[in-house]
């Protein structure tokens, strides 16, 4: 019960009249309830608070401000663990910044339906369209990716090719690593007159290894070319890589 706290506190203003000045009542307030001995119904209730700090609920105030500090400090130490995340991570990739963005925009002869190929032996893609190359490890020229470094790389590729209506769509696209083939999009019907194909691949390269993509013997690609793309990222270097 907070009866008598109450009427204790409100006995101490019973001398005071109406002149007296509001922070006098205050003061009296302030020294009554400090004074009191009993025992009050929040035991957290810091008594003094009201009159020095600027607080709403004075009930809970200590524990408020516990909280306020093991707030701040649990951020500090969110931040300082980001930081060390971000070195770590910069520790591990070597602070190596390799990836690329390419798409095929070369210039053919004009023609009812512009194709690169066929050809009578396997040719590289020549993406020349090149949007991003950090590392500078692709070579528009040549079409290929050289590797800066040995690490873990990611690369896809997208293959489009439109023959209309009543064309016949025929292309074979193969990634290589160095002569290796790795993987591969093909297409050969007359039911579509266009068609697409994507491919996701994981490698582990040597320093001076290239990848690239080739369009296989007699098959062709045609239509909007530039819906063909190339790109690859090192997703870490190896230990010790150079």
């Keep these: 019960m907070v009866v008598f706290p109450v009427l204790f506190l409100l006995g101490s203003l019973i001398p005071y009249g109406r002149g007296e000045t509001e922070s006098t009542m205050i003061g009296s307030l302030r020294e009554a309830a400090l004074n009191y001995q009993g025992k009050l119904e929040c035991g957290n209730w810091d008594c003094d608070c009201v009159f020095k700090r600027a607080r709403g609920c004075c009930c809970g105030a200590n524990d408020l401000y516990q909280l306020e500090d093991n707030t701040f400090h649990r951020m500090m130490n969110l ?62 020229s040549l079409g290929a990716f050289t590797a800066p470094c040995a690490g873990v790389y990611a690369f896809s590729f997208t293959i489009y090719s439109s023959v209309g209506a009543d064309g016949r ?46 369009l296989t013997t007699g098959r062709k690609l045609c239509g909007n070319l530039a819906s063909n793309s190339f790109t690859g990222y090192m997703l870490y270097p190896l230990n010790n890589a150079q």
């Design 79 to 140: 931040w300082e663990n980001l930081s060390q995340l971000n070195s770590r991570v910069k520790a591990v990739t070597g602070n190596l910044k390799i990836a690329f963005k390419t798409c095929l925009n070369i210039t053919l002869p004009r023609s009812a339906l512009p194709c690169f190929g066929p050809f009578n032996t396997d040719v590289p893609i020549p993406f020349d369209s090149v949007s991003l190359n950090d590392g500078m490890g692709y070579n528009p």
């Design 169 to 214: 769509l025929y292309h074979k696209v193969q990634l290589l690593l160095n002569n290796d083939v790795i993987v591969s999009v093909w297409e050969d019907n007359r039911e579509d007159g266009e068609d697409s194909a994507s491919q996701l691949v994981v490698l582990q390269l040597n320093k001076g290894d290239q990848v690239y993509l080739a």
